[in-house]
């Protein structure tokens, strides 16, 4: 079982920044997909940005060139900062693993609470 704790959403004016971070933690996993999704009020959840299975980064068009994502794998943490916010930025942003145990081939996915991001016009 991995366990996901997520920090660093809130409120910020169009324009500004945000550093969100996700710790995972559990005993004898490993991951090998880590990213953000984001869902807004009244829409489908859609992916922010990720690091593939083969460690390369894959960003939602309209976040490019204004998010990065960034990980630090001894920590099992992955980050998004976040610059240029707009408006339509707003949303709970949650953070989502692949793991599976060391014991099993198995995949599983998970989430973590959720963060909310409110950008003010």
């Known amino acids: 079982q991995v366990q996901l704790v997520e920090s660093g959403g809130g409120l910020v004016q169009t324009g500004g920044s945000l550093r969100l971070s996700c710790a995972a933690s559990?005993?004898?996993?490993?991951?090998?997909?880590m990213g953000w999704y984001r869902q807004a009020p009244g829409k489908e959840r859609e992916l922010v940005a990720d690091?593939?299975?083969?460690?390369?980064?894959n960003y939602a068009d309209s976040m490019k060139g204004r998010f990065t994502i960034s990980k630090d794998n001894a920590k099992n943490t992955v980050y998004l900062q976040m610059n240029s916010l707009k408006p339509e930025d707003t949303a709970v942003y949650y953070c989502?693993?692949?793991?599976?145990?060391?014991?099993?081939?198995?995949?599983?996915?998970?989430w973590g609470q959720g963060t909310q991001v409110t950008v003010s016009s």
């Open positions: 690091f593939t299975s083969d460690g390369s980064t």
């Open positions: 989502y693993v692949r793991a599976r145990s060391m014991w099993s081939n198995l995949w599983s996915s998970y």
């Open positions: 559990g005993s004898n996993f490993r991951i090998n997909v």
